[in-house]
């Protein structure tokens, strides 16, 4: 199996581009989410889903959007990058019954110029 | 009161040492919680995870104390190879993270 899978590994954008950070998992995972850290800080939350078709906000989710059309796909959109959103993207999944902990992605190295 | 609250360290200790990382976290209805490890510009693997008052895997001992709502990591006989930073969290409808305890094990 190939777990959370993210592309791109690392994106430079100039400020008031748009792009989508791409996260596919292959684990049938019903909890799908999208964090960012930044330099020796912990993870905040973005979105978050618990399946397809249902998403919600997490601590910050301004700038940004996602969708989850299938159970497998949880892309994140950037709707006009800002120098503010330059951080490490990672995408999580898990099953939802609570005893099961998150298999992360390896991470999206983003900069906005 | 942040969810999830750590001591960022760094804890310096000498390679065969035994260290301890607390962590507190806020919403007493949380049952199942985690310790994972993060390498530096890595993502976060899972390392143990804690359900009932305790769980042990190796030099690994995580300890969960309802009463005062806090877990434990010890890490026995420490390795130059668990240098890293160890993140704790629970799962409560979504995931909720602290920001990490630096460890650095020096020879």
């Known amino acids: 199996n190939a777990g959370v899978t993210q592309t791109p590994k690392f994106q430079v954008l100039k400020t008031g581009q748009s792009m989508t950070l791409q996260c596919a998992q292959d684990?049938?995972?019903?909890?799908m989410s999208w964090y960012r850290q930044d330099p020796g800080m912990g993870l905040r939350l973005i979105h978050y889903?618990?399946?397809?078709?249902?998403?919600d906000q997490g601590e910050v989710p301004n700038g940004y959007n996602v969708s989850r059309s299938t159970t497998e796909d949880f892309p994140l959109r950037l709707l006009s990058a800002a120098p503010s959103q330059t951080s490490v993207y990672f995408c999580?999944?898990?099953?939802?019954?609570?005893?099961?902990?998150?298999?992360f992605g390896s991470g999206t190295r983003l900069t906005v110029v | 009161r942040k969810e999830v609250e750590q001591d960022p360290g760094p804890f310096n200790v000498p390679e065969g040492a035994t260290v301890a990382f607390n962590c507190t976290y806020s919403?007493?209805?949380?049952?199942?919680f985690f310790w994972y490890r993060q390498d530096c510009r890595k993502e976060p693997k899972l390392l143990m995870s804690?359900?009932?008052s305790g769980n042990e895997d190796g030099r690994f001992t995580a300890q969960l104390n309802r009463a005062s709502q806090y877990i434990s990591l010890l890490i026995r006989d420490s390795k130059l190879s668990d240098s890293a930073t160890y993140l704790c969290?629970?799962?409560?409808?979504?995931?909720?993270f602290g920001s990490g305890t630096k460890l650095n094990v020096k020879p």
């Open positions: 999580a999944s898990s099953y939802s019954h609570p005893n099961y902990g998150y298999t």
């Open positions: 684990m049938n995972h019903e909890y």
């Open positions: 889903s618990v399946g397809a078709g249902i998403t």
């Open positions: 919403n007493s209805a949380s049952q199942s």
């Open positions: 804690v359900y009932s």
């Open positions: 969290g629970y799962n409560f409808n979504k995931f909720y």
